[in-house]
Structures are given as C-alpha cells and as structure tokens.
C-alpha cells in the first residue's frame, strides 16, 4: 500500500523513496524479523527463505542496469502480482470469526503503529527544514498498517497469529482515519 501512496502523493521520485524503503524494510523483516520469531537456536531459516536472494538480485540488476526480457519478466510479474490475494486469503482464513479478534492487544497493537507514528512526527515538528533530512516516504511508512505478511510469519513460527491478524485488521481500519490525516500535516 505504501508505493501506490508515495506515487500518488509525492510522484516518481517518492516512489522511488518508497520503492527503497520497501526494500530495506522487507529484507529486514526476513531476517531479523524471523530471527527473532524463531530465536537465535535456528537462525539458518534466514538463508532459506527467496526473497533474500530476490532482494539481492533485484539491486544488482538495477545498480548494473540490467534488463530483464519480457518473456521472463511478465510471467514473474504475474506471479508476483497474486501474491497479496494469497496473503489476503490466509488472513481472513485466520479471522474466519470474528470471536478470533483479540481486541485488547490489538487495540494497543494498532494504536501504537497507526496514531502514534503520526504523533511523534508533529511533536517533532514537521518543518520544510526537517523534511529536507527525513524523506516523506519514510513518514508514510511508518504511518501505514501492519503488513498481512506479519501474521503470515507469525503462524509460520507458531508465535500468536490471532494476536497478529488482529493488529493487521485493526491498524487498517485505523489506517482509513490516518493516512489522510497524515496526508494533511505532510502535504
């Protein structure tokens, strides 16, 4: 969500922040993130995983400007694009009724990403002179709701996945409140 709204609100050069910070987020979700999800017993799962070496290969092919052929790169773009349904399709399987929300944790969960990114960036005082040194994808980001992927790795690592749905469900119907207010102090 957080490249279509970087596009949308700063153009391409927002997207290409955001892009970036996408990158860097997901390459640390997938490794840290699992290491601490898995513990420090198993840290070999990291190296496992594709999308370490996707991360890895995607740079190198930009930094060398290297261009995929369109007969490899439509059919990856295709299975790449039905990813989120997949991702979609697990959470609501995982939120199958509505009993499965844990509210007080998500609550908190929630309002700790969504409204409190947002607070922390007027206290700070978004002035010209701070943006210059902040890009405003990296706000928009930290504005946005938990990732789908986040209980996804949560059920794989048997680490509360209902806790996790909850706070994805939950920080995306705030997210609706949110995003516009942070639209209307950045812009």
């Known amino acids: 969500m957080g490249i279509p709204l970087a596009l949308f609100a700063f153009g391409p050069p927002g997207m290409q922040q955001a892009t970036l910070l996408f990158v860097i987020i997901s390459f640390f979700q997938y490794s840290l993130g699992i290491y601490i999800l898995n513990g420090p017993g198993n840290w070999i ?3 496992r995983l594709p999308l370490i070496y996707a991360t890895i290969a995607g740079l190198s092919f930009n930094l060398g400007q290297i261009r995929i052929p369109e007969l490899i790169f ?6 790449g694009q039905s990813m989120l349904p997949l991702m979609l399709v697990s959470l609501g399987y995982r939120l199958h009724d509505f009993r499965s929300l844990q509210w007080g944790h ?6 700790l990403r969504n409204p409190w ?3 922390c960036q007027v206290y700070r005082g978004e002035s010209s002179r701070s943006r210059r ?4 994808s990296v706000t928009l980001y930290g504005s946005l709701p938990a990732a789908a992927m986040n209980s996804i790795l949560t059920e794989k690592f048997s680490q509360d ?9 939950l920080s995306t119907f705030l997210s609706v409140l949110t ?9």
């Open 106 to 111: 998500a609550v908190g969960g929630a309002l």
């Open 45 to 47: 799962e990291i190296f």
């Open 161 to 169: 996945p209902n806790l996790a749905a909850s706070i994805v469900v």
């Open 179 to 187: 995003i516009p207010l942070l639209f209307w102090l950045i812009l």
């Open 133 to 136: 040194h902040q890009p405003a």
């Open 117 to 119: 990114w947002i607070c």
């Open 74 to 79: 439509q059919p990856l773009s295709l299975l």
